[in-house]
C-alpha cells in the first residue's frame, strides 16, 4: 500500500513505495567504483608534494610530518569574485593529505581536523559584507559529482540565500507561527522518544534517518543546540568526529564504497528569529538516480525503510 | 564570467558557468551504454510474442503483424488504486514492438502510434473522478532511471496536482497577473524573434533550448496553442512525429546513445484560468549528475550555452 509523506523540515513530497525494490533493476548491485588503495599519486594536484599544481592556500592544518588537511582556491570556480550577478568564493577542502582517505577509513583525527577547516574557512568567507550564505558540501566518488578521486570538500560563499535554505527557514518560521513550539526541538524530542529511528543520540547531535526524504536512503545530523555553524566549540567539533566516524563505518559495512553527498545546512547570514532554525548536515547516498517522474513532478519515489535502516547503522559513542 | 538566470517558467535558479565544461571530469566522455541490435529478446516481457509476462493490456494499435504499440499495466507501480492517500493507475506504454525501437531510430509512424497511444490513455486515465493529474514521462536508459532495456513510457494519474506542476501554473498565473499577457505566448514570440535559441518552429510546436534550465542541454518543445494535450488532432500528432524523429536524429549526431528523461507537462485537471498555460516537454540528457552544490542549495550549475547547442540541432520539415 502506498503512502504519502512530507518531509517535515522542507515540505517535499514523499511517496514510499515499499513494493519497489522488488523491481527488476534494483536486484542487480549497482556497481561500485574501486577503492583507491594508494596514499600518494604522483599525478594528484591534492597530495602532499604536488602543492605547486593546485591553486592559492587559504588555510592549512600541519603536524610535524606536513599539512595535513588544507583549503585552495577551487580552480573552476561555479561562482566568481568580479560578478555582479552572483558574487561568490570557491574553495576546495582536501580532507586529507592521503589520496586514498576517504570518510569510510579516516580517524577520529581526520575528521577533526577537518570540520576544524570547515569552521576556519566558514568564519573566515561569512565575514565579506557581501555574502549571504555560506555553503559547505561534499561529493564523493564520480557518481555524487565529484571530478577528481582525491577526497575533498567544498566551501561556496554566496551574494544570496539559495532557494534550497529559505525554503528551510520559511518552513521552520511558519512552524512556530502554527505551533509556538520550535520545528526542530520537536522533531528532536519526538524522534528520541520514538527511539526506532535513531542512529546516534549524545549531547550535541542527533543522528536519524529521517521520517521522509525525497533522498532514498538519506541520513541527517542535526544540531540539538541553536548555535550556528562558527560557534562549535572544539568539544563539539570532537563529537561530531566521532559520530562520523561510526557513521561510516557502518555505512560502508551495508553499503561498501559508495558514492554519497554530505550537504550541510547552517543559518543564512541575516536571518532574523534565527532561533527557529538548527544547523543540520543531509547525508545522501548515491545509489539510485531519479528519474521522469521526479524530474517532472517534484515528487519523489521512496523504497527506504527508515526504522529498519536505523536499526542497521545504529551505534554508542565511547 | 558568471550570470545568474531564472527559467521564466518555474523560476528556477542557474547560474550559468563556461568555465566549468573545462572541468578534469568533463574532459573524460561518459561511458555510453551499448546499443541493443536485436529486434527480439526471448526474455523480455515487452517484446512481441512474449506477451503472457507482462501485466494486464489496457490498449493497443496493431497493423496485419501484430501489435505494434501497447499499453499495460505496471508491475511496480508508484501508486495504486487502494491508497487513500495517493490515489492512482500506472501503466507502461511499449513505444515499439522493436526491442531495438529507441527514439534515436524510430520511423514517424512509430512516432505517431505512440503518441496516439500517449492520448488514448491520457484521455481515459482524466476521466476518472479521484483524478487531478496525468503524468507521462519516459526514462531511456540505466542512467536515467529506466529498469527495463526494452524502449518503453510510463503513465501515471494522480489525485494530486504535483508540486512542480502546481509551480509552473502559479508562475504562469503570476506573470498574468503582472503583464496583462500569457508567459507561453511572449516567450514563444521572443523566441520566433531572436530565432537563434529555436531548433524548429512549425504551426503547431515550436521546439527550443531555453534560456535557462537547471538541465544542463535541455531541450524544450512548446505547444504553440492553448489547446489540452488530449485535443490534439491527428494532424498535431503527425507534426509532432516529424518533429521528435529529426530532433533524435540530431540529438544521436551530437551525443550518441545518450541516456534522458522525456517529461509531458499537460494542465492540471481543474485548472482556472487553463489559457494562462501551454502544454510543453521537458526532453533532458542524463550526461551529468547533479552533486552537493545542487542538492544542498536546489540552485543549478549549468555550462551549456543555449545558442550554440540550437545550431547544432536546428532542422527544418519536409
Known sequence: MQELRIDEINNDLVIVAN???KRPMDKIKSQLEEEIQVEYDSYCPFCRGNESHATIERYKIEDSSG???????????????LSDEIYGVHEVIIDTYRHNGTFYNMSELEFQNLFKTYKNRYQNLIENKNVQYVNIFKNFLRKSGASLAHPHSQIISL???PPEINKEEE??????IE???????DIIKREIKYKKRVINDNKYFLTIVPYASKYSGEVRVIFKENIKFEQMSDNYIKILSKVFKKLFEN??????????NLCIHTHSKELENSEEFNVHMHIIPRKYSF????????????????????????FELN
Not at 251 to 257: A, T, V
Open 251 to 260: 555505512l560502508y559495512k551495508i553499503n561498501g564504497y559508495n558514492p554519497f
Open 179 to 185: 505551533n509556538k513550539t520550535y520545528l526542530y526541538d
Open 67 to 81: 599539512w595535513i588537511t588544507r583549503s585552495v582556491d577551487n580552480k573552476f570556480p561555479i561562482v566568481d569574485e
Open 19 to 21: 513494493n519497489r525494490s
Open 291 to 314: 528519474g521522469g517522474f521526479e524530474l517532472g513532478t517534484g515528487m519523489y519515489v521512496s523504497s527506504t525503510n527508515p526504522e529498519e535502516l536505523a536499526n542497521k547503522l545504529r
Open 159 to 161: 551574494s544570496i540565500v
Open 171 to 176: 518552513v521552520a518560521s511558519q512552524y512556530f
